[in-house]
């Protein structure tokens, strides 16, 4: 009996390191921004890491993986592996909108990847150069209808919120104002800001330095609600366009096969993060509204995006040319 005894606890020694290894997080977890530093993407994963840092006490490194809207990022954490070490922080772009513009995208939004929260949503920002001749919406719209054809907004690429949501005001106003795409919404500012283009729409985060700074104005947010931490600038529906809403959304995902049991402990994790008080004044202060639905809501709400998505790219003949 000892023998057969002895026999079996030496069956199981392998499986013990595993186990004493289950714990999560046990060593560095990676996050992935699809955007460059100084982006919306980035500000809200960088605020969720340190806290998420302090909570654990295991490294959450951020690395910028910007291109092509959130494509490049999201193709790295479709294929990396499903340990629970690589997140990043998806956007509706690459996550509901692309899929109805890109046929040659290299993941399938609905298969690879797992979902486990929105971490935060908040407003677009129709922004101008300081220096240009139009003092509010009105007047920019006014502008355009005088000159069609002839003014450009930017975006962060092709294809992104930003894009459709120009492309929205575009029908709805009845005018031509251009699109002009960079990698990235910091080259597009840089240009706003040195009167190379008109305007752009920017995530708020990302823009909100450069209002408080004065070098650039803005018009008008995307929003059905003023964004509390600029309550002065007003919402396209308040401007005469009540069919134009759109709210930019941030989440956290990473590959499709990531345990069950480790989604859950960081689930947990992000909860605790999201509420803290670091991470929502922080979020506040860039017009962020913090999230932290479950994974199961975060997956249904990615598949419903994508759904409204794809009417709106059919409705506005928007393309990636």
Do not use: C
Request: proline share 8%; glycine share 10%; aromatic share 6%.
């Amino acid at each position: 009996m000892r023998r057969r005894t002895l026999l079996s606890a030496l069956a199981l020694a392998p499986a013990m390191p595993a186990l004493a290894q289950a714990a999560w997080p046990s060593r560095p977890v990676r996050m992935i921004s699809s955007a460059p530093p100084g982006g919306a993407s980035d500000i809200l994963t960088r605020t969720l890491a340190q806290a998420l840092q302090e909570q654990t006490g295991q490294p959450f490194p951020v690395e910028n993986r910007a291109g092509a809207g959130g494509v490049v990022a999201s193709d790295h954490v479709a294929k990396s592996p499903p340990d629970g070490y690589t997140w990043m922080t998806t956007n509706v772009g690459s996550q509901a909108i692309f899929p109805s513009l890109r046929r040659d995208l290299p993941y399938d939004t609905r298969r690879d990847f797992r979902n486990i929260t929105i971490i935060g949503t908040l407003p677009l920002v129709l922004i101008v150069g300081k220096d240009q001749p139009f003092a509010d919406l009105a007047g920019y719209i006014a502008a355009a209808r005088a000159r069609p054809g002839a003014m450009n907004f930017g975006s962060g690429g092709n294809g992104t919120l930003h894009h459709l949501t120009g492309a929205l005001l575009n029908r709805a106003a009845g005018i031509e104002i251009a699109h002009v795409p960079y990698r990235g919404a910091q080259a597009a500012t840089a240009d706003v800001i040195g009167g190379r283009i008109e305007g752009m729409w920017d995530s708020l985060p990302s823009a909100a330095v450069h209002i408080r700074s004065g070098a650039v104005r803005p018009l008008a947010v995307s929003t059905a609600q003023r964004s509390a931490a600029f309550p002065d600038i007003p919402t396209l529906a308040e401007q005469g366009f009540p069919s134009i809403v759109t709210t930019n959304w941030f989440g956290l995902a990473g590959p499709a096969a990531v345990p069950d049991a480790v989604v859950a402990a960081f689930y947990a994790q992000l909860q605790r993060a999201l509420a803290s008080e670091a991470v929502r004044t922080r979020y506040a202060s860039i017009g962020v509204d913090p999230g932290g639905n479950s994974p199961e809501e975060a997956q249904r709400y990615v598949l419903a995006e994508m759904d409204r998505w794809a009417e709106v790219v059919r409705a506005t003949g928007v393309t990636l040319d």
